[in-house]
């Protein structure tokens, strides 16, 4: 089996891409067979990421040292998103960092179904700018602790709290979500709740305002509550649930995190003042870990560029363990 010529001359592009930007990988999304010599031949000498939803597919690959196949979820997904959970796939299991340029190679174009064109699109993918560490795909396994773009607010509001600190310092705290009654009758108040006597409009996570006020609140002691419906219900809480096994390494927070995602229904983000990372629990088992990025999220897939080459290296904010009292 050869390839078709117009795959022979993406391939040949694709690895002179990896030399001259520099690239670190190639990432190969297909459904079909390929003559996979004729693919190790023309990228010899790059790194591949061969992804896929077909198992079948990519069963021979996965001896091969110098290839990494990414198992995708057999659903009816556009291209771009089942291009970028490949990616996210890579960058959350430490195969990628997230500053990483990419190579893509895939099918953009519709064809007949019997006759598929292997590979008709390339683009070079900048991870550090363009690709989101979280997508409404992501979110659905959290299930329905609150509607999606409620969800939505909530993270951005953990990885902002995680990324940004408050004047300078970093910290740490708990954003709880759904199931406000339980959570409640679970736990007691530290201090007065700073919520109270607000509407509800001036309590609503999905307005940015109103995040940037809760940021404030996260600075005291204890978890804030949010109601599925997006309104902030109580802060300052001591959660009382516990019974969560967690591994070693984790500190008071995400035991607390854990404990009450486990008696209740409640989704729950751990942000950690050391790292800066979000751990989200459901059922008392960790369930997404996000690490917060230098630029702000936005919610949209990442943008293809097939164009100019913008060579534009961003650091991360590292932020050290000066308290020691929690280990990512």
């Known amino acids: 089996m050869s390839l078709p010529s117009q795959s022979v001359a993406l391939l040949q592009a694709a690895r002179d891409l990896v030399k001259s930007l520099p690239a670190d990988a190639v990432l190969l999304l297909t459904e079909t067979s390929l003559d996979w010599g004729e693919v190790r031949r023309m990228l010899a000498g790059c790194r591949l990421f061969v ?12 001896d091969d040292p110098d290839w990494t196949v990414i198992d995708l979820d057999p659903e ?3 291209t771009q998103e089942r291009m970028n959970t490949a990616l996210l796939k890579a960058v ?10 990419v190579v893509a190679i895939y099918n953009g174009i519709a064809t007949l179904d019997d006759a598929p064109e292997p590979v008709d699109s390339l683009s070079v993918i900048h991870l550090g700018e363009h690709l989101e560490r979280m997508t409404s795909q992501d979110l659905r396994i959290l299930g329905d602790a609150a509607p999606l ?7 951005d509001l953990a990885t902002e709290i995680g990324r940004e600190g408050r004047e300078g310092q970093p910290i740490g705290t708990i954003l709880v979500v759904g199931d406000t009654r339980k959570v409640l009758s679970l736990s007691h108040f530290q201090n007065f709740n700073p919520f109270r006597g607000y509407s509800r409009a001036e309590r609503d996570v999905r307005k940015k305002d109103v995040r940037e006020q809760i940021k404030e609140i996260a600075k005291l002691d204890g978890a804030l509550l949010i109601g599925r419906d997006g309104i902030a219900e109580a802060a300052c809480l001591h959660l009382g649930a516990h019974g969560a096994n967690m591994r070693k390494g984790f500190g008071s927070r995400h035991t607390a995190a854990a404990g009450i995602s486990k008696q209740t229904s409640a989704v ?11 751990r989200v629990f459901k059922g008392g088992e ?6 917060p990025l230098a630029r702000p999220h936005v919610w949209q897939p990442f943008r293809l560029e097939t164009q100019e080459i913008e060579d534009k290296d961003e650091e991360e904010d590292e932020i050290t363990d000066e308290n020691g009292d929690e280990v990512s």
Request: glycine share 4%.
């Open 268 to 278: 729950a983000f751990a942000v950690s003042q050391s790292s800066g990372s979000v």
């Open 76 to 78: 009816p997904l556009p």
């Open 286 to 291: 960790e369930v997404l870990h996000i690490e």
């Open 149 to 155: 773009d409620v969800l939505r607010a909530v993270v």
């Open 51 to 62: 992804a896929a939803e077909n198992p079948a597919l990519t069963r021979s690959l996965r």
């Open 92 to 101: 959350s299991d430490e195969l990628l960092p997230p500053g990483s340029h």
